[in-house]
């Protein structure tokens, strides 16, 4: 549930509902929308529901009581109706504009990453991407250079001014990556590693949620929420393919993922072609497909000679097919845009209800 402040409502009023909050052992967290402030009741409320709505209800300042239909409460739409936008150095989430994080699957040296970030800065992404610490199928497959890595992508940020992006892989390296890096990355392989969703919502730097590959929707906003409730409201999710039965792609790129998350949350939602593909061909096709169901854009892996790769040769571009994507992109984009309507693509997608997920699967 959350607590509808009434327009005029004092700060001694807002205090006082949050001081009840908190007396019966449950957290608020508070937002300030458009027209009104907004008090979330998070924690186990159990049996008192009924009763606690109409306490908060009858206290000084408050509008109404609603409730939150949703397992998931502070990432949920009915909670924050508005977008969430998120800003990183120059580079800006959620807002309508085409985000492109672009950059190697791998650091694998300073000169690999400098030539794949000057390239793709140069063609227009936003953010650079660069794995340090890898998370591989097999312990002998390269495990990335670690702190060394991070330091050449901060490196690369002098260089050329894109905020940089890499993975976390465990609670230990929180900080050390938080040092380095200007957002934070949770691969699929740690979506419920739930110590590291709690320890990554400490710290002030915006993380990027990858899907599970065996993730619901739901499950992958749950994590979300992990993050949030831990006092971190910036999160992207970003949908990178689940596992399903087809065996021609690494994993099957969950398109209506993208405007289902924008139905029920308001995070910014990017797409991850390359990992969702696995293939390199099938990157430019599923990234269109991603910015056409509205995406708030797309994280590609380009390398200066993907052949030569250390991780993920298959589906790296090359520097062409990177500007290559670029040109294709900016149109599609442009057209989505005025297609769905400004001031963001998903606020005309969200019309319709979205029932509670969970259920039986149907054939
Ligand atoms: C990555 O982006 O480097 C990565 C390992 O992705 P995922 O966790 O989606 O497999
Ligand atoms: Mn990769």
Redesign the pocket.
Known sequence: MFVVMASAASEAEILGVKGRILAEGLTPFQHAGSDHLAIAVVGEIGARRAVLMDQLAALSGVERVDPINRPFKLTSREFHPEDTVIRVLDAVIGDGSLTMIAGP??VESRDQLFETADAVKAAGATIL?G?AF??RTSPYAFQGLGVEALRYLAEARERTGLPVIT?VMEPSQVDVVAEYADIL??????MQNYSLLRDVGRVARPVML??G?GATVEEWLMAAEYIVSSGNPNVIL?E??IRTFETYTRNTMDLAAVPLAHQLTHLPVMV?P??ATGKRWLVKPLAIGGVAVGADGV?V?VHPRPDEAL??AEQQLNLDQFRDLMAALIPVHEQVRSLYGDPSPRSTVLSGSVPSGGGLAKH
């Not at 990355?185 to 740690?190: H, L, S």
């Open positions: 699957c791998s991407r794995g890898k998370p993975e990355q949770i691969g699929t392989r740690n990858k899907r590959y970003c990178r393919g991850d390359s990992h994280m892996e991780s993920d």
